[in-house]
């Protein structure tokens, strides 16, 4: 049976502030600039899921990809979007909200609420020059 990944894209809205509160100031604004700023700023995200798995004969789907959309907006996207993720939201609690430790923590909520399928990679734009991947290592 093929195997295909099929990958829905969707966008949200977040403020944040990337600090390390064990840095100095001057050392937290060397290292993360903008995203340091003291009263936040935000990012208009883009976030691709890739789920992988078997083609299902009855309906050519390795899986609804309305299905898939629903699953991120509820588990996700709705504690997330016109949120700040530093204050708001519950998945981020105590993490610097770098893209690289967002990523990671949706993948540990989404990965779960997925299954049976399975999740491939997740892949976070933080601008349209800078995105990072996962795939739950
Ligand atoms: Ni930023």
């Given at each position: 049976?093929p195997?295909v990944?099929?990958?829905?894209?969707l966008?949200f809205?977040?403020?944040?502030?990337?600090?390390?509160?064990?840095?100095s100031?001057a050392?937290?604004?060397?290292?993360f600039?903008?995203?340091?700023?003291?009263?936040?700023h935000?990012?208009?995200y883009t976030l691709?899921v890739?789920?992988?798995?078997?083609?299902d004969?009855r309906?050519?789907?390795?899986i609804?990809?309305?299905?898939l959309r629903?699953?991120?907006?509820?588990?996700v996207?709705?504690?997330?979007?016109?949120r700040?993720?530093?204050l708001?939201?519950p998945y981020?609690?105590?993490i610097n909200?770098?893209?690289e430790?967002?990523?990671v923590?949706?993948w540990r909520?989404?990965?779960?609420a997925i299954a049976?399928a399975?999740?491939?990679r997740?892949?976070?734009?933080?601008?349209?020059?800078n995105?990072?991947d996962y795939?739950?290592e």
């Open positions: 049976m195997i990944t099929v990958t829905r894209r966008r809205n977040a403020a944040h502030r990337v600090h390390n509160p064990a840095l100031d050392e937290n604004a060397r290292l600039g903008k995203c340091n700023n003291p009263n936040w935000g990012h208009n691709d890739s789920v992988r798995g078997p083609v004969e309906t050519g789907y390795v609804d990809l309305g299905v629903g699953i991120v907006e509820r588990e996207l709705d504690h997330t979007d016109h700040n993720f530093n708001d939201v981020m609690r105590d909200p770098t893209t430790n967002i990523i923590a949706m909520v989404l990965a779960p049976p399975t999740l491939q997740l892949r976070l734009w933080e601008t349209e020059n995105y990072v795939s739950g």
